[in-house]
């Protein structure tokens, strides 16, 4: 028996950026007062408290900035992706968004690799993946 695979529960905060996912695009928050990119949602900018915040297009590009080779799964969920990377990709925005690293050996996913966004769709959810950019799809 497998189980399923617990998967995110979009609410109105973070709405935008499933349904940006859904249409392969990733979206984030920026602050329109000081211009800056946060991630996770928020309803005020960490940045300067604004609450003039709007949703752009992030280029999908960034380095990792740290790594987790999973070897184990953590449930029974999960048995049937191991081995597999979770990462925390510094994104050339800025933001920092935790995610998995799919297409490539585990043992190639490393620190400062770059990497590019690509998305796989869950059940009624788009995942944002992440690819390492030498071994991104054409
Ligand atoms: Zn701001």
Not at 2 to 19: G, H, I
Request: net charge negative; proline share 10%.
């Amino acid at each position: 028996m497998s189980a399923s695979r617990p998967l995110p529960n979009p609410d109105p905060l973070t709405r935008p950026y499933w349904e940006g996912a859904k249409a392969r695009r990733l979206v984030l928050p920026r602050c329109d007062a000081c211009d800056q990119w946060h991630f996770y949602p928020r309803s005020v900018c960490p940045h300067c408290g604004s609450d003039a915040i709007a949703w752009h297009d992030a280029s999908g590009k960034g380095v990792i900035y740290s790594v987790t080779h999973v070897h184990r799964a953590p449930s029974p969920a999960f048995e049937a992706m191991v081995p597999y990377a979770v990462a925390i990709v510094a994104l050339d925005e800025g933001p920092h968004l935790m995610s998995a690293v799919i297409g490539s050996e585990i043992a190639q996913v490393k620190i400062d690799a770059p990497v590019t966004v690509d998305f796989v769709d869950e059940g009624d959810i788009t995942l944002p993946v992440f690819r390492l950019a030498s071994a991104a799809k054409i």
